[in-house]
């Protein structure tokens, strides 16, 4: 649109030979019609592959899971979905009632879901934050160092996870052969790493495997804007490590930071690969988070409409925290920097 | 101008497009046929993936030889087919042809994804009076026309390592439950000396939702339960089958005549392995011969499974589900004719003899029944489990639920026996829970 006005206006304005006494005449003149036409849709036909992409993938779906936690949908319809019978807020009340088996199941994933994803991030941005601190200063095999702490992420998340499945396996697991055979801790009992209190660990372990190069990658890149020579000024005032980390490195990996922990959050508390390859169809009660419980009642008792009414009021959650986060947090753009 | 700007919109268009088809038709899709290529979901019937395909390699090459039609094979593992079946019936876009396990038959049906087994169906499979009864029966819900062709036959029996059975001085296989585990308690054994026990006397997947809830129908029938009562609601938190679940996952927790390791198992081949390595003596199974054959292992024997008391019958007497793998024609099928020939060719004489001998599965036909191939003594009891003491698995539109919140509560329980203890009171609130989800889903 700005193009139009930048060609009509010297046109309209400057030039001598206008005769014409009706400006709009003569742009129009300049300008064939069509052509200007043209010009003033070109954006919209740009973004319009975008849009019905957007549309098909994302907006269409959601909306159907919307309407699916409304009906009534079991196997029964579910070639014929559309005369699903209509039952209201019926999915959610099931969902959401404490009394019943479903609801209490339903809470108790929730806070589970919620502290897996503080300790998944915390644990993800630490280790991130010290891989990009080690890795900004320069020092021989850096360049190796830094390919190899990206290796989990590079790897498909299905192989990785299926290895630790292995790994974590009680009789042979390679984890047991080196807690219990090679340094003889827990006695003589092999624990089981994929069943019971255990799981949960393992779950967490395995997501922060495979989500710190993330963080890792996002820090070193925010850390090569901070200029060295800030840190130079604060070494010669006599700035102790701890203090230029606090003091510099912090706020200036801010805006960096911000974004990162959104995203990581949101990623792991939708977090659905994990147990699944860890655990299979059903995850173990004291690991069972909110994705899961979500496909094991929609796939597992076919209870489609409490899937659905169940994922409505994760989406809810999920954009009430992600609004009031860039709100609160982000940093608010131009006239905050 | 004006060209360059169709041409890049119509690009863009047609991108957009194609995108959109290919991110709808992901997942389970599978590749469109040409009309002389079918495809075919098989179920696991070998002792891996592989070994099912080349078994049914010859059999597939000779419909193709006789008939023209490519056969696509896709042999699906037991964990995923369920689910792969419900994607492909919910997505409408799946394989011509699929095996579904029998007891899902009726849950299958009701979804209506299926083609009925009538007309020329039924005319192709050559009318449902070659079939065994009891097999026939598995089809569909009772009354209803079936929508799924009884394939291989199969029923539970024990199994059991004749070498360990000789060394714990055992000489006969036990015939009551009080017998079976006091046995197992013999057989299970500390054999290198470090104070625990590394032969145990029973095996099982502690972790295969589907074998549990399996145990649960028999133990719970043997017991004087049922799953459900007569007016359909599920009953799987009543006392008899508490009872029945407690003695199967105290074979675990109390009575310490299973491996704690066995809870993580979901593959039935697992637990093969382990009776086959000595690593425990005795397990429940439909089919283990193909396993036993291809690691060349010969010190087996095979019993009925045992009972509460001895020579019950009735309900009380069950020691098996009627076991089997059906087959299934999708409706969404754009080449019906050729997979009602494959169906067709499947269940023919020739092809059910091959195939249930190479699987060690029972032929589903009578006039395949009396080939001398299946005259040993591990198909005469699989033949006598079936005939006398085998009932269906509730005949119901929410089998497949059922067995899911069954399977995995007694999964749950296996864990917890596993990495602690297991109460009657852990047990009778694990399956309330499963048959409030149950209530739930009705």
């Not at chain 1, 495979?210 to 840190?231: E, G, K």
């Not at chain 2, 394939?151 to 006969?172: D, H, P, S, V």
């Not at chain 2, 089919?287 to 010190?299: E, M, W």
Request: with cysteine.
């Amino acid at each position: 649109m700005s193009h139009s006005a930048l060609d009509s206006g010297p046109a309209a304005a400057g030039s001598p030979a206008a005769v014409d006494p009706e400006p709009g005449q003569k742009r129009a003149a300049s300008t064939p019609p069509v052509r200007k036409r043209l010009r003033s849709f070109l954006p919209y036909g740009l973004i319009l592959p975008a849009a019905i992409l957007e549309l098909l993938i994302h907006i269409g779906p959601m909306l159907l899971g919307i309407w699916i936690a409304f009906i009534s949908l079991t196997q029964l319809n579910l070639t014929n979905w559309l005369n699903a019978p209509f039952v209201g807020l019926q999915n959610f009340i099931n969902g959401l009632n404490p009394d019943s088996t479903i609801g209490q199941a339903f809470f108790s994933t929730v806070g589970r879901t919620l502290g897996y994803t503080i300790l998944v991030v915390g644990f993800s941005w630490v280790l991130g934050m010290a891989g990009a601190v080690f890795l900004s200063s320069n020092f021989r095999g850096r360049a190796l160092l830094r390919t190899f702490f990206l290796v989990p992420y590079a790897l498909p998340a299905y192989v990785g996870t299926i290895a630790w499945a292995f790994m974590f396996n009680q009789r042979d697991g390679a984890v047991n052969q080196i807690l219990v055979d090679t340094l003889h801790l827990f006695g003589d009992e092999r624990p089981f790493w994929l069943l019971g209190q255990n799981s949960f660990g393992a779950m967490v372990i395995v997501n922060v495997w495979q989500l710190w190069p993330f963080a890792f990658l996002m820090l070193m890149a925010a850390l090569q804007n901070v200029p060295t020579d800030v840190y130079e000024a604060a070494a010669i005032d006599g700035a102790t490590l701890w203090q230029q980390f606090r003091r510099i490195t912090l706020p200036m990996v801010r805006p960096a930071n911000g974004v990162l922990l959104m995203v990581m959050s949101l990623w792991t508390f939708n977090q659905f690969n994990v147990p699944f390859v860890l655990f299979g169809a059903t995850s173990p009660k004291e690991a069972t988070l909110i994705s899961p419980l979500i496909y094991q009642n929609s796939f597992g008792s076919w209870n489609f409409g409490l899937g659905g009414a169940m994922s409505v009021l994760l989406l809810i959650a999920l954009f009430i925290a992600s609004a009031f986060y860039i709100r609160m947090v982000l940093p608010k753009g131009a006239d905050n920097d | 101008m004006k060209n360059p700007l169709k041409v890049l919109s119509a690009v863009a268009a047609t991108a957009a497009l194609a995108l959109g088809l290919s991110a709808c038709g992901g997942g389970g899709s599978s590749p469109q046929a040409s009309s002389d290529t079918i495809t075919y979901w098989a179920s696991d019937q070998g002792n891996s993936l592989d070994d099912t395909a080349a078994k049914l390699k010859p059999t597939l090459d000779r419909f193709t030889e006789k008939t023209g039609v490519k056969v696509q094979l896709e042999v699906i593992s037991w964990t995923d087919l369920y689910n792969r079946i419900l994607t492909a019936v919910t997505s409408g876009d799946g394989p011509d042809v699929l095996n579904i396990g029998n007891t899902w038959a009726v849950t299958l049906q009701e979804t209506g994804a299926f083609e009925p087994v009538e007309g020329e169906l039924l005319e192709a499979v050559g009318g449902k009076d070659r079939f065994l009864k009891t097999s026939w029966s598995t089809g569909g819900a009772e009354g209803k026309t079936p929508t799924s062709v009884p394939l291989y036959g199969l029923a539970y029996n024990m199994y059991y390592n004749t070498k360990l059975f000789k060394e714990a001085g055992i000489e006969k296989a036990p015939t009551t439950w009080d017998e079976f585990v006091a046995d197992a308690k013999k057989l299970t054994k500390d054999t290198n000396g470090d104070g625990k026990p590394d032969q145990w006397g029973f095996t099982a997947a502690g972790a295969s939702v589907s074998a549990n809830s399996h145990q649960a129908f028999v133990r719970g029938l043997q017991n004087g339960g049922t799953l459900f009562d007569a007016g359909g609601k599920p009953t799987f938190d009543s006392d008899p089958q508490v009872e029945g679940v407690k003695q199967f996952v105290d074979l675990m927790a109390t009575d310490k005549v299973m491996s704690p390791s066995d809870a993580e198992l979901s593959q039935g081949s697992q637990k093969v392995d382990n009776l086959i390595n000595g690593k425990a003596a005795m397990m429940f199974d439909q089919s283990p011969l193909k396993n036993f054959a291809a690691r060349d292992f010969k010190d087996w024997g095979v019993a009925p499974i045992p009972m509460m008391t001895a020579g019950a019958t009735g309900e009380r007497g069950t020691q098996s589900h009627v076991a089997g793998i059906n087959l299934s024609v999708f409706k969404n099928s754009d080449n019906k004719a050729n997979a009602i020939k494959l169906a067709a060719f499947l269940t023919s004489d020739e092809e059910q003899i091959a195939l249930n001998k190479a699987y060690s599965s029972l032929p589903v036909v009578t006039a395949a029944s009396s080939d001398p191939a299946f005259q040993t003594e591990e198909v005469k009891a699989k033949n006598d489990a079936l005939a006398n003491h085998s009932l269906p698995m509730p005949l119901i539109a929410k089998e497949g639920q059922m067995e899911t919140l069954t399977g995995t509560a007694i999964k749950n329980l296996f864990a917890k026996a596993a990495t602690g203890t297991v109460s009657e009171d852990d047990i009778r609130a694990a399956l309330k829970d499963a048959n409030n989800q149950m209530a739930a889903a009705q």
